[in-house]
């Protein structure tokens, strides 16, 4: 599982849908729930909230049809299909960010998932 560090890191990729600023603070206390472990992240720039949510089991138990979406995500650098979910956010309302891992070259990278996949 990413550590909140790794995560603060990969989260400069993504911009303040406020400021633009992409500098994050995560706090450290979790709420658990079934299938992950949530964070409210804080920007540093103007203090907006939003959500961030790292799996605490296999999501092709938890969540097929993102298991699914995922499976047949092809990667920038290698162009192989299927990633490692390592965490998602939603900066606003209409936005989900998906975090992950080319399972094929490692190669980490971020997507925007279809919302409808996490009803
Ligand atoms: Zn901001
Ligand atoms: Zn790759």
Known sequence: MINLEEAQTRLAAIQ????HKSDFAIHPRP????AEQSHTVMCKGCRYTFKLSIPTRTISQTDPDTANWLAG???PA?????VRLDFRC??????SVVFVTCT???HPFIEKAPMEAYE
Do not use: K, W, Y
């Open 16 to 19: 303040c849908p406020i400021c």
């Open 104 to 106: 094929a070259c490692h």
């Open 31 to 34: 709420e658990q729930s079934f």
């Open 78 to 82: 290698c162009q192989e299909t299927g």
């Open 73 to 75: 995500l092809p990667c």
């Open 90 to 95: 939603m900066p606003n309302v209409r936005d």
